[in-house]
C-alpha cells in the first residue's frame, strides 16, 4: 500500500477481553514503532522493531503487553486482560534508515 | 540510549508572531533531526528535517537549526497563521531508532 495502514480504526472492549492490535507497514521499511497517545498527551514508546535483531521491548508498560512482527513487516500488537487506562490511541510508524517515519491514522482503543 | 527533551511543553503567540521550540539530544552519534506537526485527531506528519551535515534548512515559513556541539536543535516559525495550532513533536535518530521529545502544544490567537 501507499502508507503505513493500521487496523480495527476503533476498538471497543470490555476490561479483562484480550485485544490485538494490528500494523502493516510500508513495503521495504526494516524499522517499525509502535506508540501509545493518551488524549493530549505525547508520544508514549512502547516497542521498536529493526530488521532480524531483537526488538527493543523496554517501553511496554506491563507483562499484559506483547508485540510481535512476522516475516519483517506485519506487526500485532497484543493486550490481554484489558484496563481502563489502556484506553488510548495505540499509532504504529515505520521508516527506513536514517529517513522520515510515517506514522499509521492509529487504533483508537477503548475500554469499558 | 538517547534521550529528547523539548520544551517548551506549550506555546500560545498571537498571530503574526514567531514561535520557537527547542530540543536537546544526549547522544552525540545522532545525526537525523526530523519535526512532525500533529493537528487534532490526525497522525502525527513530517514538516521538516535536518542531517548532521547541516546547520540550518528553511521551508518557506517554517526552519530549522541544529548545533552539533551543544547537542540542540530548534523550530522557528515565522509569521504564524491559526493553521499552525497544533503539537509539534521534534525527534533524533543515529541508524534507525527514532526517539521523540514530549511535544509542544501550540496555539496561536487571532
Known amino acids: 500500500g501507499a502508507g503505513v495502514s493500521q487496523s480495527p480504526s476503533n476498538k471497543v472492549t470490555e476490561k479483562g477481553k484480550d485485544v490485538e492490535l494490528r500494523c502493516d507497514p510500508i513495503?521495504?521499511?526494516?524499522?517499525l514503532y509502535w506508540y501509545r497517545q493518551s488524549l493530549g498527551q505525547g508520544l508514549e514508546f512502547l516497542i521498536y522493531?529493526?530488521?532480524?535483531?531483537?526488538?527493543?521491548k523496554s517501553g511496554l508498560p506491563s507483562d499484559r503487553f506483547s508485540a510481535e512482527r512476522t516475516g519483517g513487516s506485519v506487526s500485532t500488537l497484543t493486550i490481554q486482560r484489558t484496563q481502563q487506562e489502556d484506553s488510548a490511541v495505540y499509532l504504529c510508524?515505520?521508516?527506513?534508515?536514517?529517513?522520515?517515519?510515517?506514522f499509521g491514522q492509529g487504533t483508537r482503543l477503548t475500554v469499558v | 540510549g538517547e534521550n529528547v527533551e523539548q520544551h517548551p511543553s506549550t506555546l500560545s503567540v498571537q498571530e503574526g508572531d514567531s514561535a520557537v521550540i527547542k530540543c536537546t539530544y544526549s547522544?552525540?552519534?545522532?545525526?537525523?533531526f526530523p519535526w512532525y506537526k500533529q493537528e487534532l485527531g490526525k497522525r502525527p506528519q513530517l514538516i521538516i528535517d535536518?542531517?548532521?551535515?547541516?546547520g540550518e534548512k528553511k521551508d518557506q515559513r517554517i526552519a530549522v537549526t541544529l548545533n552539533k556541539t551543544a547537542k540542540h536543535f530548534s523550530l522557528h516559525i515565522t509569521e504564524t497563521q491559526p493553521e499552525d495550532s497544533a503539537v509539534y513533536f521534534c525527534?533524533?535518530?543515529?541508524?534507525?531508532?527514532?526517539?521523540f521529545g514530549a511535544g509542544t502544544t501550540v496555539t496561536v490567537r487571532a
Open positions: 510508524a515505520s521508516s527506513s534508515r536514517s529517513a522520515e517515519a510515517f
Open positions: 513495503s521495504g521499511h526494516t524499522a
Open positions: 522493531f529493526q530488521g532480524n535483531s531483537a526488538p527493543d
Open positions: 547522544d552525540s552519534a545522532s545525526n537525523y
Open positions: 535536518i542531517r548532521s551535515n547541516v
Open positions: 525527534a533524533a535518530s543515529w541508524g534507525y531508532k527514532l526517539s
